[in-house]
């Protein structure tokens, strides 16, 4: 994984491609969540949110409708961010949870749909949007192919028929898993002659 397939945080650190290694839209409204928990590269240390004015560029640029930012904005959507992330990897809803409790939301009449909206901050307002691509995945028996990599921990969506993936990438992961295993393999003594 180079930076030339991915894009660099300000300090120059690679980020993850947030649909990565699929075309956007591949994932459908799953994109959103994995994009968002992908604006970290948690292997290398990159971090697409800085600051404020990060944070306000990268909401615009993946079409949420965002106000005026503050430092808190920020705070609670890096806590969202990891525990959205910790969920996922935990294969367990509790982290997000918690980071949820807050939030309030007011029901919306869209045409002959009902939706729930969430109010407040900026950052309210995003932890909504994502909150109902999450329960609309879980609805429609998709949410358990909302994965974390075992080796690099970027989120992708699962295509495997069995939804048996371990790996973003067989190539760039899977490959990198398979060697260290190789690796450790012929490190391990063949056993001993014995007498």
């Given at each position: 994984?180079?930076s030339?397939?991915?894009?660099?945080?300000?300090?120059?650190?690679?980020l993850?491609?947030?649909?990565?290694p699929?075309?956007?839209?591949?994932?459908?409204?799953l994109?959103l969540?994995r994009?968002?928990?992908?604006?970290?590269?948690?292997?290398?240390?990159?971090?697409?949110?800085?600051?404020?004015?990060?944070?306000?560029?990268w909401l615009r640029?993946?079409?949420?409708d965002?106000?005026?930012l503050?430092l808190?904005?920020?705070?609670?959507?890096l806590?969202?961010?990891?525990?959205?992330?910790?969920?996922?990897a935990?294969?367990?809803?509790?982290?997000?949870g918690?980071?949820?409790?807050?939030?309030?939301f007011?029901p919306?009449?869209?045409?002959?749909?009902l939706?729930?909206?969430?109010?407040g901050?900026?950052?309210?307002?995003?932890?909504?949007?994502?909150?109902?691509?999450?329960?609309d995945a879980?609805t429609?028996?998709?949410?358990?192919?909302?994965?974390?990599?075992?080796?690099?921990d970027?989120?992708f969506?699962?295509?495997?028929?069995?939804?048996?993936g371990?790996?973003?990438?067989m190539?760039a992961?899977?490959g990198?898993?398979?060697?260290r295993?190789?690796r450790?393999?012929?490190?391990?003594?063949?056993?001993?002659s014995?007498?």
């Open positions: 994984m180079t030339a397939q991915h894009p660099l945080d300000s300090s120059g650190v690679p993850p491609d947030g649909s990565w699929d075309l956007p839209g591949t994932g459908g409204s994109d969540v994009r968002f928990c992908n604006s970290i590269n948690r292997e290398l240390g990159g971090e697409a949110w800085h600051d404020v004015d990060e944070l306000d560029g640029r993946e079409g949420y965002v106000g005026r503050t808190r904005d920020l705070d609670e959507l806590a969202l961010r990891h525990g959205l992330w910790r969920s996922i935990g294969r367990s809803l509790a982290p997000l918690a980071v949820l409790e807050p939030l309030r007011r919306v009449v869209d045409g002959d749909v939706r729930l909206v969430a109010t901050s900026t950052s309210d307002v995003v932890a909504g949007r994502l909150v109902a691509i999450v329960v879980q429609t028996g998709v949410w358990d192919r909302v994965k974390a990599c075992q080796h690099c970027w989120i969506i699962d295509s495997s028929r069995n939804r048996s371990r790996w973003c990438s190539s992961c899977g990198r898993e398979k060697a295993a190789y450790s393999r012929r490190r391990e003594p063949t056993g001993s014995g007498s």
